[in-house]
């Protein structure tokens, strides 16, 4: 399994940005998984930042970002985003997708993408 994360930019105060994750591999479909974003900033932990069940429906969001970001899926393209508004210079930070197996056969596995750098600047 590959997770392969795009999207990443430099954008200003308050501007947007819509990063991609785009998962590949044999048999591997989303609503096998859950999808999950994390960041992590220079010096710091990487920290969750959003959730999408197996479902496509259920989500969550820390708290440092709820009501500014957005995570959804396409089963069609195998492809989860994470549509980002607001953003402030604190959400600077390499951006990563890991998915987690929702099933008895997969509950084991996990994958995480190599990463995409948010910059967010004047």
């Known amino acids: 399994v590959q997770l392969v994360e795009s999207g990443g930019d430099l954008v200003q105060p308050g501007g947007s940005l819509r990063l991609s994750c785009v998962a590949s591999g044999s048999g591997f479909t989303l609503n096998n998984y859950v999808m999950t974003w994390h960041r992590q900033a220079p010096g710091k932990e990487r920290e969750f930042v959003a959730v999408?069940?197996?479902?496509?429906?259920?989500?969550d969001y820390a708290d440092s970002v709820k009501g500014r970001f957005t995570i959804a899926r396409d089963l069609a393209k195998n492809t989860v985003y994470l549509q980002m508004i607001s953003l402030k210079p604190e959400d600077t930070a390499v951006y990563y997708c890991?998915?987690?197996?929702?099933?008895?056969?997969?509950?084991?596995?996990?994958?995480w993408g190599q990463g995409t750098q948010v910059t967010v600047s004047k």
């Open positions: 999408i069940n197996d479902d496509g429906r259920t989500t």
């Open positions: 890991k998915a987690v197996g929702a099933r008895l056969w997969n509950v084991r596995n996990y994958y």
